[in-house]
């Protein structure tokens, strides 16, 4: 049975019922984001109980800026893993061992503080009405947003749009998204590839390939600056030259499920 708060209100502050056949977990996939992840962290749990960090080889020392959260909150877990492998390794990793202890739905947020937690209510809320489907991020720049990231991500849209018929997925690089995790798994299964940068876009498009329902979800971003404790880990020739290698590999995949994509249908939740 999926956790339940003692208010039988739906979406009560601060935790929400969720159904007895959904039980979720957020995620939090973390590599050096040095003093942001404990706010990080302590901002989500305001919103849900049930959340798991994943440290994928951080060298800098945050796990330990965790242990006072760890102290007061019995939902919360440190996963450390030894060696960094890259977001979507550290994701799977999180997922794997989420499915084992029965968890049904996993929403991943990233580190860094880009996410605001007040927008986890609306994801729980729509993944109420639609277990089966996943919930994609849409996002909401504010006017600190860099252009270079905001113009650029269009580019990986657009291929994403093309390789799925237009499925719906809102945005290939958003990290915030609520899955199924046996979808989520699958999606997994289908490729050796989606541990590094090049997993919210390849998962995404491998989620619509199999015919998930997507619905997306306005949902703000906050782009801090370095006295806030903002950090990124993208590096611009690194990590586009593995998305160009990516969409490529999903073109031919693509071409090779044409036939059956044509014969499926739309999304049944894209409005």
Sequence with gaps: MGWTSRDSSPLCAPFSRLPFSLKLLVLI????????????????LTRWPEVWVVMDGSTDGSADLLKPLLAGHSGLRVIEIPKNGGKGAAVLHGIRMAHDAGFTHVLTIDADGQHPAEDIPQFIQLAQKHPEGAMMGCPVFGPEAPQL????????NGWANIETLNWGIPDSLFGMRLYPIPALLRAFRGTLWARRFDYDTEIAVRLAWQGVPMIAVPTKVRYLTAEEGGISQFRYFRDNTLLTWMHARLVLGFLLRLPLLLLRGRNPLKK
Excluded at 29 to 44: E, K, M
Excluded at 149 to 154: C, E, P, S
């Design 29 to 44: 996939p973390s590599y050096n984001t040095g003093r942001i992840l404990p706010q990080t962290v302590a901002d989500v």
């Design 149 to 156: 990231r905001v113009q650029g991500r269009k580019i990986s």
